[in-house]
Structure formats: structure tokens, C-alpha cells
């Protein structure tokens, strides 16, 4: 079973940065897409963003657009998240994903690892 693991999270003061990394146990060449989504407290699950295998296309959701990055890494398996200009309503959990980007984006399939924490203060 394909494992991904996040590490990176933690607290942060608002305007602060963050570096979300995520390793898996598998060689994610065969991954579509890699990226990441968050899910806020007494919300759904949405979109942060994917990237391809090169980075050469990626997805942002709209309040990422500007202050996060998203950058995959095959030789290390890996795929990072580079957050800027951090806001409280950035507090959440982050989740690594990766796999077909239309299952992804459909909420229907995927490789997702546990998560991790961020939590940003005033």
C-alpha cells in the first residue's frame, strides 16, 4: 500500500512562511498529478494545489494564487508546498496527495496521506 507522508506543519505567526514536504513510498512517476488539498474545520475539503511531473502546469486554488508554490521533486518521490504571507484562515490540515488529476479533482480517487497541522496565529 502506497504510503504518503507529510511533515513541515506546525504554528506559525500571520505573515509567516511554511514548507510542507511530503515523501512517498513509491516511485511517483506514475502519478498524474501531486499536490496538496486542506481541510478547515466545519468545512469540506479544497483544493491548495497539483502540479504535474515537470511542474510545467500546476492548480492553485484562488487564496493560494500568489503566496503558495507547489513543487514536485521525482528523484526524491516527493512534492512540496512553499507557503508565504500566511493568514489565520490558512489554519487547517494539509493533505498530500497524488494520482490521475480527474479522480483528484472529482474527489473520487487518489494516494492521501494523513495530514498535517498548520495552524497560523494572530
Do not use: H
Request: with cysteine.
Amino acid at each position: 500500500q502506497v504510503q504518503l507522508v507529510e511533515s513541515g506543519g506546525g504554528l506559525v505567526e500571520a505573515g509567516g512562511s511554511l514548507l510542507l514536504s511530503c515523501v512517498a513510498s513509491e516511485r511517483t512517476a506514475v502519478y498524474d498529478v501531486m499536490g496538496w488539498f486542506r481541510r478547515i474545520p466545519g468545512n469540506g475539503r479544497e483544493l491548495v494545489a497539483l502540479a504535474n511531473w515537470d511542474n510545467s502546469q500546476t492548480k492553485y486554488g484562488d487564496f493560494a494564487k500568489g503566496r503558495f508554490t507547489v513543487s514536485r521533486d521525482l528523484s526524491r518521490n516527493a512534492v512540496s508546498l512553499q507557503m508565504t504571507g500566511l493568514r489565520i484562515e490558512d489554519t487547517a490540515v494539509y493533505y498530500c496527495v497524488g494520482g490521475p488529476r480527474t479522480e483528484i479533482l472529482g474527489g473520487m480517487g487518489g494516494s492521501w496521506g494523513q495530514g498535517t497541522q498548520v495552524t497560523v496565529s494572530a
